[in-house]
């Protein structure tokens, strides 16, 4: 896949998911820096931040997009920078091998999140989900495996649908699964036992910003007491939330959701993600364990508030 290819696919939504979108980054900038045909050091640095930038400029407000630029980039942020073209094939070398550590980290830890977070799940068990996260499916799917799933709910997950994605796989794996659109959650949530979904980001008061209808979801389930389990990669963790700022809520097209010239004198809102607060999630399932959502802060700090 070519930069423009990779650049042009995150922005529609074609890569999706948080740690799709990280990984392909990292990757994007790894072959880019192969690539590269000069021999000036300034000029590698340059071409490479300008890259991360446009990358960046995709989805700004996803956050596993920039920690994975981040910790590719992590050779950069080591002052000051080489001058020499030896040291340029240094710096190279150091690029791809942090972003090619970060790739790897990435693809290993949804077996790790899923081996955490089956063991959190009781026999028998009723699962809600929402949306389409890999770190969530891990573990059902791992579970289902240990004979402990006995069915999953899983919402349509609009204005994408991408729930349509998660009972497909679940159902060629032979899971259990029922489909319901974003409003049944309500009517279901007391035949649950857990709740398992993903995140997009999470800020360091443990708060948890993932796919619009997540807030919702863990609402009714606070309500009728069922637990609440967020799967997500280190990676997903937001460290300028450290500093007070706030997780900015994507607003996507509003024909995702309607055509407006069909709908005269209508505004049209499409938020993608909202924010789940801390006091109605149980456990956040990482590859390093798991942790309680008010324990986020120390996995925050962990990127740094290098920019790109």
């Known amino acids: 896949m070519t930069l423009e290819q990779t650049i042009e696919g ?43 930038r446009n990358l960046l400029a995709t989805r700004p407000t996803a956050v596993s997009l920039k920690n994975g630029i981040r910790a590719t ?25 942090a972003g090619t550590t970060f790739i790897e980290n990435a ?84 035949d649950m036992n857990l709740v398992i979904v993903g995140a997009d980001t999470i800020a360091s008061n443990g708060a948890v910003i993932n796919k619009i209808g997540t807030a919702q979801m863990a609402l009714c389930a606070h309500e009728g007491r069922v637990p609440v389990m967020v799967a997500a990669e280190t990676f997903k963790f937001s460290p300028e939330t450290m500093e007070g700022e706030l997780v900015e809520i994507e607003e996507r097209d509003i024909h995702e959701v309607a055509d407006p010239k069909e709908l005269p004198g209508v505004d049209i809102a499409n938020p993608v993600f909202d924010a789940t607060p801390a006091e109605y999630i149980d456990v956040i399932v990482t590859e390093k364990g798991i942790i309680s959502p008010h324990a986020a802060y120390q996995f925050a700090a962990e990127f740094g508030m290098d920019e790109p």
């Open 10 to 52: 995150i922005k529609s939504m074609q890569i999706r998911g948080a740690a799709t979108i990280a990984v392909a980054a990292a990757k994007a900038i790894v072959e880019q820096a192969k690539a590269y045909q000069g021999n000036d050091v300034k000029d590698f640095e340059a071409h490479i931040r300008d890259i991360a």
């Open 107 to 190: 693809e290993k830890a949804l077996d790790s999140i899923a081996e955490f977070g089956a063991k959190r799940v009781k026999p028998n068990s009723m699962i809600m989900t929402h949306c389409n996260s890999n770190a969530a499916l891990s573990i059902i799917e791992k579970a289902y495996a240990q004979g402990k799933v006995k069915r999953v709910f899983a919402t349509e997950s609009r204005p994408w649908k991408q729930g349509l994605l998660t009972v497909k796989r679940l159902a060629s794996k032979g899971i259990p699964v029922t489909l319901i659109v974003d409003s049944a959650v309500r009517s279901f949530i007391n």
């Open 73 to 97: 980039l992590k050779p950069l942020f080591k002052k000051p920078v080489p001058d020499s073209v030896t040291e340029l094939e240094a710096l190279r070398s150091a690029i791809i091998m």
